[in-house]
């Protein structure tokens, strides 16, 4: 976990970094070999400590809170991988402490662009031939450029407009080799028994596998495909992922629709186009939902970046590099989870968890309910405007660590979506709570009896 006290944080990076070179110096002879771990390795070492000695000639000088920045900063000269872990910070308001997800959240946008010879060498290789056998035109400038891809706005030659989303070259080496090199980091950092409960090796597995997934556009395709069919079964033809041109699609390449809108945390702009806001959000979420429970399929990341407002008043879901999945099982558990959760039954609420194994058996279950109750009925009675987060989350932690929970890779993908739509009701609809909003009480009780059905059919 990182500490608010920004000068230890970056202090326990430089140490970790030492730690990790000794300890591949001294036994894992198959990652010396590996030279791109090797070489990031040592400049992953350099980078911290010299941001290390900087911090402490600033603190010398009677500087106090720069671990943020410093910490940022390393990030930012690492790479890709790094920025993607500084992301998805930015992106976990609450769960992380402040001044480190405010700091981070510059990643989200300062991601510097490749030159475009590397798009046109990638998009040779991949696609087989030159750029002009497939493209009337590209757009040289790109559009947006993230950790792992940038996009460039082209025009097919029946004059149809796209965009293709390109790889950086070289992301997969560099990825394997950092995430080795942070699985030592997490391996030694379970040594601190607070630490070692919060599990930082799972963290980081989990960490590689969704990066691993990301890095598959081919896989990306297929999620949009399922996305778009999903929402077609369930008459929400104002709900919709980019069309996918597979012809020209690889797993470093992916061209798609072009979408025309707003990010939905453009505030002044989304209500210039729609005047029930709100009625919007509750829509988005609910086609989220309905994905989710009857399903077993959701987006995964759906930051304001990957939820857009279209010009047409539909709305766009981008990037399915991140999707959830759940199996019958877990479908049947998660919707005994929200009822239980929407109702405010904590003890079926606990029976719910120990189902998920996310508890040993043996635990306290009254006791359990009642630090659940604590813990969670702030979150049904106030709307999302009054929800207090940096008090309500900090008091789920001590409840997580107290009955020693581990919930599921998908349970905590759940939460964190709920974060962010969490994030554009306060701006679009701070009367709202998605949990007493008679609309979606309504719709998610009919969808939660047909995903039982189903999965009783299913199972």
Not at 45 to 72: D, I, M, N
Not at 237 to 250: C, F, G, M, N, Q
């Given at each position: 976990m990182l500490s608010a006290d920004g000068d230890g944080a970056a202090l326990a990076?430089?140490?970790?970094?030492?730690?990790?070179?000794?300890?591949?110096?001294?036994?894992?002879?198959?990652l010396i070999l590996a030279g791109t771990t090797l070489v990031r390795l040592l400049?992953?070492?350099?980078?911290?400590?010299?941001?290390?000695?900087?911090?402490?000639?600033?603190?010398?000088?009677?500087?106090?809170?720069?671990?943020?920045?410093?910490?940022?900063?390393?990030?930012?000269e690492l790479g890709p991988t790094y920025l993607k872990l500084a992301q998805l910070v930015a992106s976990s308001e609450g769960l992380f402490p402040e001044a480190y997800c405010k700091e981070f959240g510059k990643t989200l946008d300062r991601v510097p662009p490749f030159d475009f010879a590397q798009v046109d060498r990638t998009l040779r290789e991949d696609l087989k031939a030159?750029?002009?056998?497939?493209?009337?035109?590209?757009?040289?400038?790109?559009?947006?450029?993230a950790s792992i891809a940038q996009v460039h706005a082209a025009t097919l030659p029946d004059g149809r407009e796209v965009v293709i989303k390109v790889q950086r070259p070289n992301i997969g080496r560099r990825v394997a080799a950092d995430m080795r090199i942070l699985r030592i980091g997490a391996g030694l950092m379970t040594i601190f028994p607070r630490v070692e409960l919060a599990n930082p090796v799972a963290i980081i597995d989990d960490f590689a596998r969704t990066l691993q997934e990301e890095l598959d556009f081919e896989l990306e395709a297929r999620n949009m495909d399922e996305f778009n069919h999903i929402m077609h079964e369930l008459?929400?033809?104002?709900?919709?992922?980019?069309?996918?041109?597979?012809?020209?699609?690889?797993?470093?390449?992916i061209t798609m629709s072009r979408f025309y809108g707003v990010r939905v945390d453009d505030v002044e702009a989304v209500r210039a186009r729609a005047t029930d806001t709100e009625g919007k959000l509750v829509h988005g979420l609910h086609a989220w939902f309905q994905c989710m429970i009857l399903y077993g399929f959701f987006h995964g990341d759906v930051h304001a970046g990957n939820l857009m407002l279209l010009d047409d008043g539909a709305l766009g879901f981008l990037d399915f590099g991140i999707i959830g999945r759940f199996t019958p099982r877990t479908r049947r558990l998660?919707?005994?989870?929200?009822?239980?959760?929407?109702?405010?039954?904590?003890?079926?609420?606990?029976?719910?968890?120990?189902a998920m194994d996310a508890v040993a058996y043996g635990v306290d279950l009254d006791e359990m309910s009642r630090d659940l109750e604590r813990a969670y009925a702030p979150m049904l009675k106030l709307s999302f405007g009054d929800i207090k987060y940096g008090d309500v989350l900090p008091e789920i932690m001590r409840v997580s660590v107290k009955h020693r929970m581990r919930l599921p890779r998908e349970f905590v993908l759940v939460t964190k979506?709920?974060?962010y739509f969490d994030r554009y009701a306060k701006l679009l609809a701070p009367r709202l709570n998605i949990f007493s909003d008679p609309r979606l009480v309504a719709a998610i009780g009919q969808d939660v009896l047909r995903a039982r059905m189903l999965t009783d059919n299913e199972s």
């Open positions: 990076w430089a140490a970790l970094g030492g730690l990790a070179t000794l300890w591949l110096l001294r036994g894992d002879r198959q400049v992953t070492g350099w980078v911290f400590t010299r941001y290390v000695v900087e911090g402490l000639r600033r603190r010398v000088k009677g500087e106090r809170g720069l671990g943020p920045q410093l910490v940022r900063r390393a990030f930012e030159p750029p002009s056998r497939w493209f009337q035109h590209i757009e040289e400038t790109p559009l947006a450029s008459g929400h033809a104002d709900v919709r992922a980019p069309i996918v041109e597979h012809a020209l699609t690889s797993r470093r390449v998660i919707t005994d989870y929200i009822v239980s959760f929407a109702t405010g039954e904590y003890r079926k609420l606990g029976q719910t968890l120990l979506q709920m974060l």
